[in-house]
């Protein structure tokens, strides 16, 4: 009996610890989500690995979509911050908009919206940057660019102003729609994020 109890009495502690790590919530697109790669080859599961490596106590929950906007990611984002509670909520969205030509102004407002709502829940931000290539129009893709760096300055949030450093240009490491980072461009995807991701951390 004095053995099942302390069983007992360890399983909940073991519980009630999970329950209180703090949550980093990666909040993003098709590139995060891991799209055309099994789950474990994807960078935001290289990021659990490497925390639980380093000795961080963090739960990392990916509520990343395939095809999001920031307008899906804006009506989504509510419920996962009621739900998940973040102590760190990576944003990467923008993506998608740029690539069907959505109004910046609007992308803009989306993001800074999710910002806020983030902010008001408590959690730091990190805001991860995207570009567009070339043929979209050196205009739009000027637009589309500074709202990352203008929203980073705006709300004194951390920024990794181009996620794709290192990949975009580098068909090795593209899977075949020259889009999505394959399985070697993940875990570059990861050290892109990481110098700005660790001074947000605490052990």
């Known amino acids: 009996m004095k053995r099942f109890l302390a069983l007992f009495v360890l399983i ?56 999001e ?17 973040p102590s760190i909520v990576i944003l990467e969205l923008g993506g998608n908009d740029g690539l069907r030509g959505l ?3 609007q992308m803009r407002t989306n993001l800074t919206q999710m910002i806020s709502l983030s902010a008001a829940a408590g959690a730091k931000v990190l805001l991860l940057g995207m570009r567009m290539p070339p043929n979209y129009g050196p205009e739009y893709t000027k637009q589309f660019a500074m709202v990352f760096s203008d929203l ?15 990949i975009a240009l580098s068909p090795a490491l593209l899977q075949a729609d020259d889009i999505h980072p394959n399985a070697q461009g993940q875990p570059i995807l990861l050290d892109n994020v990481w110098p700005t991701l660790k001074p947000l951390l605490h052990k």
Do not use: C, M
């Not at 906007?69 to 509670?85: F, K, N, Q």
């Open 12 to 67: 909940v502690a073991s519980a009630s610890a999970h329950a209180e790590a703090p949550v980093i919530l990666v909040f993003g697109d098709s590139i995060s989500a891991g799209y055309g790669l099994p789950l474990e080859q994807g960078w935001v599961e290289l990021l659990r690995t490497r925390l639980k490596a380093q000795g961080y106590g963090y739960q990392v929950v990916n509520a990343s979509v395939s095809g």
């Open 69 to 85: 906007t920031t307008a899906g990611g804006l009506a989504r984002l509510p419920r996962a911050l009621d739900l998940h509670h």
């Open 103 to 105: 109004p910046v102004a």
């Open 152 to 166: 980073a300055s705006e709300k004194k949030i951390s920024l990794v102003p181009f996620l794709l450093t290192d």
